[in-house]
């Protein structure tokens, strides 16, 4: 299994611009995740998924969508990318069981925008 | 937004010595996890606590769930160089569906 896959690894974007980051996992996980990780910050929710063609808004969804099509995918799409949006996000998975719901993380994608 | 408070932010340990950390919130949790995150990766699964009081080891790490729901330790015996990392805990709240809250993660450096 490849587990959580991400790509890109690294994003250059100029204001205004947009972009989709993917994120992929093969273990048939139900509950998908994005996170963005800023210094001294932790990891913030953006939106999350309990299964395809569910979405929910995390703690931090404006300027983010995402969908949720298959099992396997759940992009993210930046709409007009702002240095605000700065940040490193990691894409995660996991059952949806009550007692068996660990995350598992992707390797990330490291974005700038100037 | 609501984070879980962590502690201590940083810290500097000789090798071969035990190191402690806790998380703590004032909302009630059903469920922590304990994160390990290297330098340019994403975080790494290290121990996983489902009920109140429960004690989990890994290896070396020992983890337990706070009788309060509320709180959460982790303990490393015997500190080698390759614990260098930041770790975070994550807490699911009981009211939430499968939303998790970190905390602001612990920078570990170990001194040879």
């Known amino acids: 299994n490849a587990g959580v896959t991400q790509t890109p690894k690294f994003q250059v974007l100029k204001t205004g611009q947009s972009m989709t980051l993917q994120c992929a996992q093969d273990?048939?996980?139900?509950?998908m995740s994005w996170y963005r990780q800023d210094p001294g910050m932790g990891l913030r929710l953006i939106h999350y998924?309990?299964?395809?063609?569910?979405?929910d808004q995390g703690e931090v969804p404006n300027g983010y969508n995402v969908s949720r099509s298959t099992t396997e995918d759940f992009p993210l799409r930046l709409l007009s990318a702002a240095p605000s949006q700065t940040s490193v996000y990691f894409c995660?998975?996991?059952?949806?069981?009550?007692?068996?719901?660990?995350?598992?993380f992707g390797p990330g994608t490291r974005l700038t925008v100037l | 937004g609501q984070q879980l408070n962590q502690s201590p932010q940083s810290m500097f340990i000789q090798e071969g010595e035990d190191v402690s950390m806790n998380c703590t919130s004032s909302?009630?949790?059903?469920?922590w996890l304990w994160y390990k995150q290297d330098p340019g990766e994403g975080p790494v699964l290290l121990i996983a606590?489902?009920?109140?009081?429960e004690l989990t080891s890994n290896g070396r790490l020992t983890a337990q769930f706070g009788i309060t729901r509320k709180d959460s330790f982790l303990n490393i015996s015997a500190s080698i160089p390759s614990d260098v990392g930041i770790y975070f805990c994550?807490?699911?709240?009981?009211?939430?569906?499968?939303?998790?809250?970190f905390g602001t993660g612990t920078r570990l450096k170990v001194l040879a």
């Open positions: 995660a998975s996991s059952y949806s069981g009550v007692s068996y719901n660990e995350q598992f």
């Open positions: 273990m048939n996980h139900e509950y």
């Open positions: 998924s309990v299964g395809a063609g569910i979405t």
């Open positions: 909302s009630i949790f059903n469920t």
């Open positions: 606590l489902y009920k109140a009081g």
């Open positions: 994550a807490g699911r709240l009981t009211s939430g569906t499968y939303k998790y809250i």
